[in-house]
């Protein structure tokens, strides 16, 4: 006999409100990230057209539920994160009825299952709201399709194969609209012969029943395989292991079956085991804080309670069918992305492979639990996991709102100090891991929505290019005549500001190989530049740079205009030493030092030691020279060369840079 502590819809309730706990806090100070970016520009610049034609490649069916969200949902990042939270809190709601149909005694291991299905930590990107709310509708298709034909085996009559009817058109919706949850959809002959077990002992009418259910299912599969393999392939997602496997199918086999296994491994250690690195006040903040530690304890209490409520008043058996089925049915999961050669890591952004694993993990994760001796222990860990899970998602989305501050940061920064670019600009960056959630390609969106706002056309006359991955086999080439390029590199590793570079000023800046290094250093305020960087900076052309082109306005996307603090000074100030304008640099300097207002990065010190020295203030140059010194001693050689300059200009005596260079002790320049 079942508990009635709690009214059934208690439960999904329940798990909406754990949605809501879990990503609610921050979700209206998130932006846009990664492909986000694309569908944003893509509905506000081309419309329903410009929507089919993104998808088209993909997605086809997607293109039409763009459409559709569009009118309601419109380009508001706030509006989207609402949306996608409320998706996923259905996808988890659908999961547990599935589950309860499947096994209506099972209601303590269906919420627990459901709950995992929310707040699974290996799986980071929820905050990416307009590119993964489709996936989470569609697993609520999958769920409801495989609850209403469960739920079709129990009935008679017309309702029988109206449930049937339901659950076959939701699959072939499911089928036709992605590809994620192919190996899911595999696994629907078993969940078949499971729900049949109890209604069918005879193992022959069983099996016969199972086959003539599943044709039809099978069917549209076969439909949808041949369809996308033979009548709609394309090479972004090609079956590169199929290929592989008609040249050595042994190693090709072993080679699938170990990848697995390591996606399975990954699924259920690593991505646990980041949930109990808890975070500090400083981290999140006090306001976050509380909130961080309020959710933990509510969830922890609230799930031991509901777990209780939910459990049967008489004993059930160690639930092996859970483990096993969703132990092994794990293996197919990931059928679609080891087909394609794509590889399933907790790392972003591969961690949305992990997407088609969650619901077999959480009915796996569901059915160890009752391994543990005693009812209360076992709530207990339950509980325990869910609440550092959630904490954990509280934890990245305060880090995806810090990369969205960030994004604003540059694009606001790079509007100030380029007012306008000549069209076919070029703007490389260095990739010191600045954004995390954002490639080039992604941040290639902004950048043209900022310079050519009227654009409408996905041909896009400006580029964001990482110089390490775009360039790496034609840098030399381009260097080659470095005359005609339509490049400006740039430099951002925030809290320092953007640092648009000049091989006049920066060739002095000290480089390391890997980018990896120049992370670790940027995060300990150190002004290194990767080696690529430095090679690049002849292809900085700052002609290139429209310096009386009005500030342009940026996308709403971007947010207002932040209060006008050091960034600002200094943007104003690099392009006024651009101008040769060193009077204007010494005015900007003189009214920043005196609030005060200084920089985060000293190295922002060098235009304005410049601007005293040429002017003859070698007193007040010599003094931040000296600051800058102290403070980090690898700008030296980058000193040297302004006090170099300042004196092959006439503006200090010689005898004063000699002795300058003389106390600074490293002075490559001649």
Wanted: aromatic share 14%.
């Amino acid at each position: 006999m079942k508990k009635q502590t709690l009214p059934i819809w208690a439960f999904p309730l329940a798990l909406v409100a754990l949605a809501v706990l879990t990503y609610g806090s921050l979700v209206n100070q998130l932006g846009p990230f990664w492909d986000d970016w694309v569908f944003a520009w893509t509905r506000s610049q081309l419309g329903l057209k410009g929507l089919l034609n993104l998808f088209e490649i993909t997605r086809p069916i997607r293109g039409w539920i763009e459409a559709g969200l569009t009118p309601l949902l419109g380009t508001s990042a706030l509006r989207w994160q609402v949306y996608t939270l409320l998706i996923r809190a259905l996808a988890g709601v659908t999961f547990w009825w599935f589950l309860g149909e499947m096994w209506p005694r099972r209601r303590a291991e269906a919420l627990f299952a459901a709950s995992i299905l929310l707040v699974y930590p290996g799986y980071t990107q929820q905050p990416q709201a307009m590119t993964y709310h489709y996936y989470w509708t569609f697993h609520s298709f999958l769920f409801l399709s495989f609850g209403l034909m469960v739920r079709s085996l129990r009935s008679a009559g017309k309702a029988k194969w109206a449930l049937y009817a339901l659950a076959l058109l939701l699959a072939s919706l499911q089928l036709s609209s992605m590809e994620y949850l192919l190996g899911l959809e595999v696994l629907r002959p078993v969940i078949l012969w499971l729900a049949l077990t109890p209604l069918v002992p005879s193992l022959k009418e069983r099996l016969k029943r199972m086959v003539l259910y599943e044709i039809p299912f099978g069917i549209a599969m076969l439909v949808y395989l041949y369809w996308r393999f033979f009548m709609y392939s394309h090479s972004i997602y090609s079956p590169i292991v199929l290929q592989e496997a008609q040249i050595s199918p042994t190693a090709t086999l072993t080679g699938f079956l170990g990848t697995t296994v390591n996606a399975i491994y990954a699924a259920l250690i690593p991505a646990w085991l980041q949930i109990f690195q808890l975070p500090s006040v400083d981290q999140l903040g006090v306001s976050l804080t509380w909130i961080y530690v309020i959710v933990f304890f509510a969830i922890f209490g609230g799930w031991a309670f509901l777990l209780h409520a939910a459990d049967e008043e008489t004993p059930q058996p160690i639930p092996w069918t859970w483990i096993w089925f969703g132990l092994g049915g794990m293996f197919f999961a990931g059928i679609p992305f080891l087909i394609a050669g794509l590889q399933i890591r907790i790392n972003f952004p591969e961690n949305r492979f992990f997407l088609p694993f969650i619901p077999l993990l959480a009915i796996f994760m569901a059915g160890l639990l009752r391994l543990i001796p005693g009812r209360s222990r076992q709530f207990l860990v339950a509980s325990v996991l869910l609440a550092f899970a959630v904490g954990f998602q509280i934890r990245t989305a305060d880090t995806y709102r810090d990369q969205y501050k960030t994004v604003k940061s540059f694009f606001w920064q790079l509007s100030w100090r380029a007012p306008g670019l000549k069209m076919g600009t070029a703007i490389l960056a260095q990739d010191d891991k600045t954004f995390l959630f954002d490639d080039d390609e992604a941040l290639t969106i902004p950048l043209n929505w900022l310079y050519a706002p009227d654009w409408k056309t996905e041909q896009f006359p400006y580029k964001y290019q990482t110089i390490s991955i775009r360039l790496e086999k034609t840098l030399d080439g381009l260097l080659a005549n470095p005359q005609a390029s339509q490049a400006v590199v740039v430099r951002f590793a925030a809290p320092s500001c953007l640092h648009v570079l000049d091989l006049r000023y920066d060739q002095w800046l000290i480089s390391l190989p890997h980018a990896e290094d120049v992370a670790l250093t940027s995060s300990l305020e150190m002004p290194f530049v990767p080696d690529f960087t430095r090679r690049a900076l002849p292809l900085s052309n700052l002609s290139q740079i429209l310096l009386d082109a009005p500030q342009p306005a940026l996308p709403a996307l971007l947010g207002p205009e932040p209060e006008h603090k050091w960034c600002y000074t200094y943007q104003m100030a690099d392009i006024a030493r651009q101008q040769d304008d060193w009077k204007t640099v010494a005015r900007l300097g003189d009214q920043a030092f005196a609030i005060p207002m200084l920089p985060d990065d000293p190295y922002e010190y060098l235009p304005f030691i410049e601007a005293y020295a040429r002017l003859g203030r070698v007193k007040d140059a010599r003094l931040l020279t000296r600051q800058v010194a102290a403070d980090m001693p690898l700008l030296k050689p980058a000193l040297c060369a302004v006090w170099e300059r300042s004196g092959q200009q006439g503006a200090v005596p010689v005898e004063t840079v000699a002795k300058i260079k003389s106390e600074l002790g490293i002075c490559p320049v001649p």
